[in-house]
């Protein structure tokens, strides 16, 4: 079948809400190609290029001419709002699936025949079961199959996500004249053919060449948290045009943020927990409210915006595929710069500053979480594994999911457990894991040698993350980028020019001060560990007469404010008298309620007189007495050799007692630094089961959380325009 020109048209300028919009070269071809019975198709283009609105058009083409509804499955649905706003403006009835509770309104809705579009969160495991449930008769007969981010289907990606990986599983399920469009931002080679060999050696590759961005490139090697910082401060209100910031984490995007507005540069941070207000925050930004938009790396690829003038990294990105990704449009309608802040010295080994530890489990861990379930033969949790598997919760999961798509498989999950299947472990299984671990060591070491770059960055990112036209049918050149878009092509456009990667000394000093005028909060856990700790004979819920109070840490592990000065006390055996008053400052803007009567400490059989001095100091300072009633009577490994929640409780386990009655008046207890917040949970059960009336946690440091009470008066007033 084909389309009239004029309904293709009338559609994208409705989707647009562009009265002159017209389609790119090749776009028009490209619709029709969607719009034949039973065509593969797989789409290589960069982040906004229109892959989901082609999709789209050619579903409400195929409906109208009365064909089957459109099924998207992705293992990202951070940005999937924007997926639902384009269907229901082309008049689409479209509903979101991301747990087993929408099984009985949504997957009745699509079993019904209501939906016109279903999109599906792929990141859960039964994927494939999912599938055969909504598409079992009386379903009705898909008409276009839309797989985003194929990339991370690949064995050969860095990014292979193993639960995407069941669709394969459930590809029979689907009619011989079900169109498969599969959508990536970038491939290389490898990736290419492990593709085609999962979908049919007929599937088509299209791709859309930018080879002619008029994109700068470029890497600033600023060590510190305050370089950083004061960097953004100086160069951002210099910048044409809006931007973006990346930032590791949603804690550094919100305190980039609020250091911004304090300096008067128009910022909002946008992380993957805002759903909410994913709308608002992107119609600021397109509408040009915001100089920049502070986003966490786990909100996915770019923003198409058509005037981007500047993306800069705060944190490294996760493998030059997301990088590539998260440049969206950037250089192809107006010049621009993308920056990475960070240099190769944030990447240590088996994990990054800013990002998570390595996914992929080692063989060693993969035989510990089958010998462990051998003892569980009803099913165990991952939480339950994590007792015994020293590896970080997440690397536990993947394992699990890895597991399932072994032939045999030697897992199977039942509910929420996770059982022992028949099958043993194939050999194939571990060459596949040999191969993604090698995959993503590659890919860590790629993303170090690009921030040690001098020059020659785009030559490498495109040989790195496959961003060349490679085989199959190009799309057009680089002007042809997203549908509606205007003429202007980035080879008319010249580049910028670079920009600075110095740091004024006097801003970085601005920036120290900013950074030590927040805390960390340390919330009480309420519940033991999974299993319980079996040498203090605890488990279930903790009752909350011996909780911990709400704590305070002075600082993020690691930061420029008052974590230099942590981070040197560790090194030299002595906390300095700077951070004795700044505790004390904080202690009286904290003001707990009981106020604590005296003070103590953690105590610690590998450094035993660091905490304790620096605890009495305090307690002199707050005109208090210091009582050192807690031992610790076993030597156990340092807790930050535990990979896991669990295994940090099962660490503290027994190793902590009392020397005497402790008095019974409220009391700080202090320590160096928390993290997983269990060696402060234990120490707060002794004392309050000894009668202590109140136990408020005090940390130098935190590995986690948020900083509190941030300045909110800027310097100057605050600038609402972008410049």
Known sequence: MAISEEAGLALLRLATDNPSATFRRSQEELLQRLFRSGVRVLLVGPAGWGKTLLALLATRLIRRAGGGPTLIVTPEV??????????????????????????????????????DVLLINAVR?????????????PAPSVGLLLLEHAHTLSTASPSFEPTYRHIQQALHLFGTGTRIVLTAPALKEAQESELRALFGPDLVTLRAPVAQRALLLQTAPLKSQAERYAWLAEHLPQLEGPGIVYTGTKRDAQQVTEWLNFRGIAAESYTATQAAQRTRLEANFLRGRVKALVVSLACG??????????????????????????????????????????????????????????????????????TVMQTYPQGVTPLRLAATVNAPLSRIRYALHLLTLASPAPVKKVGGRWRLTQAPLPTSFLIRLDRLRTVEQESLDQVRRYLELAEGHWDFLAAAAGVDEGAGAALDPAQEDTAGGDDRAADSLALPAPLSTDADSELIADARSFLRRGSILIEPRKQWPPGGLPRY?????????????????????????????????KRTGRFSDELVEACVRLYHAWHPVPAPQWVTCIPSLRHPHLVPDFAARLARALNLPFRPVLVQTVARPPQQTMANSTRHALNVDGTLRLTERPPQGPVLL????????????????????????????LALASHYGMPVEMPIAPPQAAAGESS
């Open 78 to 115: 951070t940005n999937a709002h924007r997926d639902v706003a384009l269907a229901e403006r082309l008049g689409l009835d479209i509903s979101l699936w991301t747990s087993e509770n929408d099984w009985h309104t949504v997957g009745a809705s699509w079993r019904g025949g209501k939906l």
């Open 125 to 137: 495991s039964g994927l494939a079961d999912l599938l055969a449930r909504l598409l079992a008769p």
């Open 301 to 370: 690829g770019g923003m198409p915006h058509p005037d981007l003038r500047f993306i800069i990294h705060y944190d490294p990105p996760p493998t030059l595929t997301d990088y590539y990704r998260q440049l969206g449009l950037a250089g192809i309608y107006a010049p621009a710069r993308a920056l990475v802040m960070a240099g190769a010295e944030r990447i240590h080994g088996d994990e990054t500053e800013g990002r998570p530890p390595a996914l992929v489990p080692t063989a060693r861990e993969v035989q510990q979480i089958l």
């Open 537 to 569: 004979r605890v488990r279930g819920r903790l009752p909350q007469t011996l909780w911990a109070r709400q704590g305070k840490a002075l600082c993020v592990h690691g930061d420029s404010g008052w974590g230099e000065l942590v981070a040197e006390g």
């Open 670 to 697: 202090v320590d160096d630094i928390v993290d997983s917040r269990w060696t402060f949970t234990i120490a707060a059960w002794l004392l309050r089961q000894a009668g202590v009336a109140a136990v408020f946690p």
